[in-house]
């Protein structure tokens, strides 16, 4: 999302409380969305009754993702999510030109079963760059010190045991990882909508849901839209 499509939404919102310039979204319309409330969210932050929900499909090599977390989603995480006026979900959608991007996946999806995605997602995201420009073959091992530095040892051997059998980080070969299903499974709801490019994020206000967007915008930005839903009756 950009400021130019962006601020008709904003302006629509202000003149017209409950009558906005782009309406909502349900899940029974003709766009492919489904509703983001029928969506589960392991990999999520915040509260699930929060008013606004924004559910972000992205991948970790993706340097236009890292940007969108660092100067968007952590200010946001820090303030809005905190105060439990937005509940942020994660889904992972890897692109194939991206070589570590599933084995990054894969990691924050076995960190999410221990109840560490959001430190773990921060050490990748953090360390693009080192692990992304810098990589090797051995992809897992040029990630581990990363993961290892965001948990305690109990956590970092529990995390190590669930990523048995994901070394392989050919996008073809999924056998033997558990938790290529989950990965998967939000592939797959991201292709409904279609993605096209990542970050892709939908926003709903209330259980209604606007049409996906993609690309980064700004944190204030986006928090004056967030603001306009919030001062709705």
């Not at 499909?57 to 236009?64: G, I, K, L």
């Not at 109990?154 to 995390?159: A, C, I, N």
Request: some cysteine; aromatic content about 10%.
């Amino acid at each position: 999302m950009n400021s130019r499509r962006l601020l008709p939404i904003l302006a629509g919102v202000a003149l017209v409380a409950g009558a906005l310039s782009i309406q909502p979204l349900r899940a029974s319309q003709e766009h492919g969305t489904p509703d983001p409330a029928e969506l589960e969210a392991e990999k999520s932050l915040g509260n699930p009754s929060a008013p606004i929900k924004l559910i972000v499909y992205d991948d970790y090599e993706c340097p236009a993702c890292g940007n969108f977390y660092e100067q968007t989603l952590r200010p946001m995480m820090d303030t809005y999510v905190a105060e439990g006026k937005v509940y942020l979900v994660h889904r992972d959608f890897p692109l194939l030109g991206h070589k570590y991007s599933r084995q990054a996946a894969r990691w924050v999806n076995a960190a999410a079963r221990i109840g560490k995605f959001e430190a773990v997602e921060r050490a990748l995201f953090d360390n693009q760059m080192a692990w992304s420009e810098y990589g090797s073959e051995n992809p897992q091992g040029i990630m581990k010190p990363f993961v290892q530095s965001a948990l305690t040892p109990v956590e970092f051997r529990r995390v190590e045991r669930l990523m048995q059998g994901c070394e392989s980080n050919d996008h073809t070969e999924l056998k033997g990882c558990a938790v290529d299903a989950e990965i998967q499974r939000d592939m797959a709801s991201g292709e409904l909508l279609p993605i096209t490019q990542t970050p892709t994020f939908i926003i709903s206000y209330k259980g209604k849901a606007y049409p996906p967007e993609s690309g980064g915008v700004a944190w204030p930005l986006l928090k004056q839209f967030f603001d306009q839903l919030l001062s709705q009756k």
